[in-house]
């Protein structure tokens, strides 16, 4: 113990910091460099210098951390590669052009069915459209006139490539068995144990669920099943990060029960989302596996949402965290504290001083899953006892790095209660609804 004393005493501030990845990638943080890229993109488009716009254009996609973007000129042409999740984009660009295209899935023959998917996408899409390649691939491609090919205009289409590539190929490769996987060499896997804690977690956390919901009657005051379903599915997709089929169940529940969660929904939904999230716990480990890979990104899902659209959010839902709590209702508690915080993970793009107190909320709220993969877990013992200094440090750190950009952010930490983790998480919740973004003139 004298040692990890005398750790702490000349560890950084930044080691309080978890050191993962969880959630979906969000590109709504970007540096004083990346922007001054963007101006100099359009400065350069508007002086018809195509080539130096085209460059600065990557350099603000260019995320340091991610290392998504690569591009070389050479002469009077720039190749690159964008990456975005289990997709890799390749273009090429000169003074007249800008192409790219992005492979989704390899065929050996087609049939109507196929073909008829692909024209129904097309239809969906603005700026590019799915193809055949000479190599019997299926791929999305776009392209464009560099005199038509504005930093805003490229922007768009590169998102929608990236995005619609990125997402199809699962669902196409799940309905039609006859096509295979194309060029996903640059994918990470996940380590044989790391696999297994996931596994297991995620397999614990359905079936918690599924007990809840078998046990549920129609009580007065009792909030519909949809939020123990759409805190499942957000819980899952921000600490698990699956992709493939397991991501299609959970972008399902939400379409099914997130537009209006206050509402009931029919019990048969609820039977036909409850089976299958009992689809998932048929899979062995090698199964899940296949769905569980680290994957570089460059364009978040979720737009950029204002503070006001957060702080809404968090407002209407902590009286019925209250409303649990009161009721010695601990286990709905908490379920609900994790809907608020993983539904913003889930739906916005947030500033990164949000997400890593919301963070903060979510490890606090699931420790034993922090202490499973290994990382760093001193903000509340097995017993549910918070260490204040510890979790006080953290916030110090978030709000001094946050003050940097935003002078007038801060959290008041009289306001802060440390009885007990429901108790904390809810008033850090009231802390962030009110977080100040204003920024000096």
């Known amino acids: 113990m004298i040692f990890d004393f005398i750790a702490d005493l000349f560890k950084s501030e930044s080691d309080d910091m978890p050191k993962s990845h969880f959630g979906?990638?969000?590109?709504?943080?970007?540096?004083?460099?990346?922007?001054?890229?963007?101006?100099?993109?359009?400065?350069?488009?508007?002086?018809?210098?195509?080539?130096?716009?085209?460059?600065?254009?990557?350099?603000?996609?260019?995320?340091?951390?991610?290392?998504?973007?690569?591009?070389?000129?050479?002469?009077?042409?720039?190749?690159?590669?964008?990456?975005?999740?289990?997709?890799?984009?390749?273009?090429?660009?000169?003074?007249?052009?800008?192409?790219?295209?992005?492979?989704?899935?390899?065929?050996?023959?087609?049939?109507?069915?196929?073909?008829?998917?692909?024209?129904?996408?097309?239809?969906?899409?603005?700026?590019?459209?799915?193809?055949?390649?000479?190599?019997?691939?299926?791929?999305?491609?776009?392209?464009?006139?560099?005199?038509?090919?504005?930093?805003?205009?490229?922007?768009?289409?590169?998102?929608?490539?990236?995005?619609?590539?990125?997402?199809?190929?699962?669902?196409?490769?799940?309905?039609?068995?006859?096509?295979?996987?194309?060029?996903?060499?640059?994918?990470?896997?996940?380590?044989?144990?790391?696999?297994?804690?996931?596994?297991?977690?995620?397999?614990?956390?359905?079936?918690?669920?599924?007990?809840?919901?078998?046990?549920?009657?129609?009580?007065?005051?009792?909030?519909p099943a949809s939020y123990l379903l759409l805190s499942l599915a957000y819980k899952i997709d921000y600490l698990i990060v699956p992709q493939g089929n397991i991501m299609g169940v959970l972008e399902n529940v939400h379409r099914t029960c997130g537009v209006s969660p206050s509402a009931e929904i029919d019990r048969h939904q609820i039977t036909a989302l409850k089976k299958e999230f009992q689809s998932i716990l048929s899979l062995n480990d090698q199964e899940i596996a296949k769905e569980l890979y680290r994957v570089t990104a460059t364009f978040g899902v979720s737009p950029v949402t204002e503070q006001a659209v957060i702080a809404n959010e968090i407002l209407e839902q902590i009286p019925v965290v209250r409303m649990y709590h009161d009721h010695q209702e601990e286990e709905l508690a908490i379920i609900h504290l994790e809907y608020i915080a993983l539904r913003i993970f889930f739906r916005y793009g947030i500033n990164r001083p949000t997400r890593e107190l919301l963070d903060l909320v979510v490890e606090m709220l699931n420790s034993d899953y922090w202490a499973a993969l290994g990382l760093r877990a001193n903000l509340i013992s097995e017993e549910g006892v918070l260490y204040k200094s510890n979790i006080q440090r953290r916030i110090q750190y978030i709000v001094k790095k946050a003050k940097q950009k935003y002078p007038a952010f801060s959290i008041e930490a009289s306001h802060l209660h440390y009885s007990d983790k429901i108790d904390f998480c809810e008033s850090l919740l009231q802390q962030i609804r009110k977080l100040n973004f204003n920024v000096a003139s």
């Not at 018809?48 to 000129?73: H, M, T």
């Not at 989704?104 to 087609?110: N, Q």
């Not at 560099?146 to 309905?175: F, H, Q, R, T």
Request: glycine fraction near 4%; include cysteine; hydrophobic fraction near 35%.
């Open 24 to 223: 979906r990638y969000c590109d709504a943080y970007k540096t004083v460099g990346q922007r001054i890229h963007w101006n100099k993109a359009e400065e350069f488009f508007k002086k018809g210098e195509y080539l130096n716009s085209y460059e600065n254009l990557f350099q603000y996609l260019l995320d340091e951390k991610e290392q998504n973007v690569a591009f070389e000129r050479e002469g009077d042409g720039i190749e690159f590669h964008i990456y975005q999740g289990s997709k890799r984009m390749t273009g090429f660009a000169d003074s007249k052009h800008f192409k790219v295209f992005a492979k989704v899935a390899r065929y050996e023959s087609l049939d109507v069915a196929i073909m008829r998917k692909l024209l129904e996408r097309n239809y969906e899409l603005r700026y590019s459209s799915f193809c055949l390649s000479e190599n019997q691939e299926i791929a999305v491609r776009f392209e464009t006139s560099s005199l038509d090919g504005s930093p805003e205009k490229l922007y768009a289409a590169l998102k929608e490539v990236a995005l619609y590539a990125d997402k199809e190929d699962d669902l196409l490769l799940n309905e039609f068995p006859i096509l295979k996987p194309v060029e996903n060499q640059h994918l990470q896997a996940f380590s044989t144990e790391e696999i297994g804690i996931k596994a297991n977690f995620l397999r614990k956390w359905i079936k918690q669920c599924c007990a809840i919901l078998e046990g549920m009657k129609v009580e007065t005051g009792r909030l």
